[in-house]
């Protein structure tokens, strides 16, 4: 009987730690989530109506008129275009160099491999301002020659942006990658050579096609980090008109973003891609974060 | 001299020998390289010589020239003249420098001890099978997708004075009864770090759950059998377990600490309560005076407190590779 009885009181203890665990998670979820709600619920009241009706209140009008706004007063296509400029040849070199640099380092045994993945593991950790100042310099004294560059520098260009972003991640992509290729059980490298299939063949054509489950990890997640970097164009383009939608931000702000209810609008539009992300390639994305962390 | 030199040389390879020397010189250890062809060879070093080159071009020459900057007076223009220690000394003095090193060592406290244990936290709790673990995990991590640039404007959502959802719902957003969030320096650092604590947060949980799943099932069985209860099974068998991810994120947390630059800058440019040392670089690059010296110096300071979790991260995360 007593046996039942403290049976009965566990089991009733576990539901109710149960249910305060549930009760936790909610609440910190809708904390979570709180601040795009706002800002989601912002952008769709005009400002005038939050002026009538105060800024947290519920009624009057919604629409899309702060998003038509903003999209057109701010200009948002004519930076999402120098976003794609710079991201898109900057995610496929840096995937396809980091993928060549990993292919020696994991494949072949070198005197230097350590000594490379460190120095390569190193500059990717350390924060970009370190070295901006020097990097300003040799951005403005480095020759480029035309159509790559209008002023004969990388300063103020698209591909110097493009460079840097290539530059600063290899680091970590062939940190990820070269990890992803040891794995890879080394009879394919013998097999190559056995079949008479040059360096080249076999990174090409055995190597590369394993990897693609990495590749597509490291490209979500390098698009996502490159779309959303706000610091290198800052310093080191000039022309506003050239900015990258991440670093426009801050100049449109003030300049066409006047009232909040814009702001809110514009901040949702510039982060509609990497909500793409969110929904359509988390899986991809956690992968790619966890790639270069859970290999101890 | 030269003689001594000859008499060595001929020691180490008696003339009788040298041909020997020839012809073992494809040595076994090196049975990867006999098996290339000399177009092999070159394809590899171009296929490891253009990262390099690039990493080394545009990181690690800088790296090492703002070293070497941080002890001359160079303005840009002119000579570049050597002065010792001096931008060390005047840093002491910049009126700006001690407050941004207290803010990035506060910054990082903040991450250590609130931040990445609740990120931590979340990650234990729903590792567990619970209903709707999946939707509280999208939740949390959303903000991880998101530029610090668009955190910042979201927030700012937040903190407005007068338009703000924080004083609105507090009342305060009468004229001269308004809290500055973002304005008051001794407010605004506290404010930004919830914000970026925000995104930490998701960031830390995505990457612990991850180690979480990696754990042997059978380790938490074994410990159940034994007796023991979900809190001493964390503490005494899953913990120990999860050592290199904890020294990960112990390194993520640094890192993303010493990295702090975007929401300082949006707010404020980083002035006024938000400096850092990031932002000290950043304005004296673009600021109507540039001071490369001094910048440099300030970017060493910054180099200095870095290099010690970078080294201790590569030697956690390349140990196998070491020995």
């Given amino acids: 009987m007593s ?49 009538r009706l105060g800024y947290v209140s519920i009624g009057g009008v919604y629409n899309f008129d702060n998003f038509v706004k903003s999209w057109t007063q701010g200009e948002l296509p004519h930076y999402f275009i120098n976003t794609v400029i710079i991201l898109v040849p900057a995610v496929i070199l840096v995937l396809l160099l980091a993928s060549m640099m990993a292919f020696t380092v994991s494949r072949y045994s070198w005197r230097f491999n350590l000594l490379l993945l460190m120095l390569f593991t190193a500059a990717n950790l350390l924060p970009p301002q370190v070295i901006i100042t020097p990097l300003f310099r040799i951005f403005l004294a480095l020759p480029l020659f035309a159509p790559l560059s209008d002023n004969g520098v990388f300063y103020d260009q698209y591909i110097g942006i493009m460079v840097i972003h290539v530059a600063f991640q290899l680091g970590f992509c062939t940190f990820v990658l070269s990890n992803y290729m040891k794995t890879l059980p080394k009879e394919l490298n013998e097999a190559a050579v056995v079949d008479g299939a040059s360096v080249w063949k ?3 054509t055995i190597i590369m096609p394993l990897t693609r489950p990495a590749l597509a990890a490291l490209a979500t997640l390098q698009v996502t980090w490159i779309y959303n970097d706000f610091f290198w164009a800052l310093v080191l383009m000039k022309t506003a008109d050239r900015f990258p939608i991440t670093s426009a931000m801050n ?20 982060a509609i891609p990497t909500l793409v992300v969110f929904f359509a390639l988390q899986k991809q994305f956690v992968a790619g974060l966890t790639l270069g962390s859970t290999k101890g | 001299m030269a003689s001594d030199r000859n008499a060595r040389s001929a020691n180490a390879t008696p003339p009788a020998a040298a041909g020997g020397v020839a012809l073992s010189l494809p040595a076994p250890k090196k049975k990867h390289y006999s098996l290339l062809t000399r177009r092999d060879t070159i394809t590899l070093w171009v296929m490891a010589g253009v990262p390099t080159l690039l990493v ?28 010792g220690a001096q931008n060390y000394v005047d840093l002491l003095s910049y009126k700006q420098f001690v407050p941004a090193l207290e803010h990035n060592v506060i910054w990082l406290v903040f991450f250590l001890l609130i931040a990445t244990p609740l990120g931590m936290f979340l990650a234990v709790l729903l590792d567990k099978n619970i209903r709707g673990t999946r939707i509280y995990q999208s939740a949390i991590y959303m903000p991880v997708v998101l530029s610090l640039a668009v955190v910042g404007f979201i927030w700012q959502l937040i903190y407005a004075p007068e338009q703000g959802l924080l004083n609105n719902v507090l009342g305060k957003t009468a004229q ?13 650092l506290w404010a930004v770090l919830i914000a970026a604590s925000w995104r930490q947060v998701g960031y830390v949980m995505v990457l612990y759950l991850a180690g979480l799943k990696g754990v042997d099932p059978s380790l938490r069985e074994a410990a159940s059998i034994d007796g023991a209860n979900e809190r001493q099974t964390f ?5 120990p377990v999860m050592r290199p991810i904890n020294m990960v994120i112990l390194v993520i947390t640094v890192i993303e600490s010493l990295r ?12 006024n309560g938000l400096e850092l040392l990031s932002t000290l670089v950043t304005n004296n690059i673009i600021g109507e005076t540039s001071r490369i010296g001094f910048g440099s110096a300030i970017a060493v300071v910054l180099l200095v407190v870095s290099i010690g979790p970078i080294i201790f991260y590569l030697f956690n995360s390349l140990r196998e590779e070491i020995e």
């Fill in chain 2, 260 to 271: 702090a630059f975007d929401l300082a800058f949006i707010v404020n440019k980083g002035l």
């Fill in chain 1, 251 to 270: 100049n449109l702000k003030g300049q066409f973003f006047t009232d909040n209810n814009l702001v809110a609008a514009g901040s949702l539009m510039i």
């Fill in chain 2, 56 to 83: 080394g071009a545009f990181i690690l020459v800088p790296t090492f020239s703002s070293i070497l900057l941080s002890f001359t007076s160079w303005n840009g223009i002119g000579p570049i003249k050597f002065v």
């Fill in chain 2, 176 to 188: 001269g009864d308004q809290i500055s969030w973002l304005g008051n320096p001794s407010l605004n």
């Fill in chain 1, 202 to 204: 076999t990174y090409w």
């Fill in chain 2, 235 to 239: 503490r005494h068998v899953v913990f």
């Fill in chain 1, 3 to 51: 046996g039942i009885l403290t049976a009965n009181a566990a089991h009733r203890q576990k539901r109710l730690r149960r249910a305060g665990l549930q009760a936790f998670l909610i609440t910190m979820s809708v904390i979570w989530i709180a601040p795009i709600a706002w800002a989601v619920y912002t952008s769709f009241r005009p400002f005038s109506e939050t002026n």
